[in-house]
């Protein structure tokens, strides 16, 4: 289902928009950034590595000075985000799994449900992540439309990777 749509702006100087990734009912993450586009359907940001320190997932490092150009759709289950390295280069998309982004006033919130993909920047290594996650939270009995919804935005994702081109790749 699409939220209106709310153009999102801030203050001068301030970032245009906060991030708020939300997890089984709390706040996992919130962070600021910059507003590159809103259609309406689809909000593309821009913000540096919101986490402490270096995260290192044996295929890809998250790191200080990598800068993440993120797309959310108020009507798709999932978000992608481009990585790139301090220097600009393509590391590839990490792709959450998601309800439906909502907007409220300048703040763009989406719900994390557990499923993520990996596709690195040559394509050559595409990774179905957090699945055993999935299998044993409490969404595919508690909420079984949502689980479904879920289980297919992730198959999207893959077959999206796969397909070639079919990421947005907007750049630095």
């Known amino acids: 289902m699409s939220a209106p749509s709310v153009e999102l702006s801030g ?3 301030a970032p245009d928009v906060e991030v708020v990734l939300r997890k ?3 706040t996992k993450i919130r962070y600021p950034a910059r507003l590159l586009a809103d259609d309406g359907t689809r909000v593309t940001v821009r913000a540096p590595w919101a986490g402490a320190g270096v995260r290192d997932f044996g295929f890809v490092r998250f790191e200080p000075g990598d800068v993440f150009v993120e797309h959310f759709w108020r009507d798709r289950w999932y978000a992608v985000k481009e990585v790139y390295a301090a220097d600009g280069t ?3 998309w990490y792709c959450d799994v998601t309800r439906p982004a909502t907007v409220e006033s300048t703040v763009l919130t989406i719900e994390d449900l557990d499923l993520d993909l990996w596709c690195s920047a040559d394509r050559t290594t595409i990774l179905r992540l ?3 996650e999935f299998t044993e939270s409490t969404l595919p009995t508690a909420d079984p439309a949502a689980a479904a919804a879920a289980l297919q935005a992730l198959d999207d ?5 796969k397909a070639g081109d079919s990421f947005p790749r907007t750049g630095l």
Request: net charge negative; proline share 6%; hydrophobic share 40%.
């Open 157 to 161: 994702l893959e077959a999206l990777a």
């Open 11 to 13: 203050p001068a100087g």
């Open 24 to 26: 089984a009912g709390r």
């Open 90 to 92: 393509l590391k590839g």
């Open 130 to 132: 957090d699945e055993d």
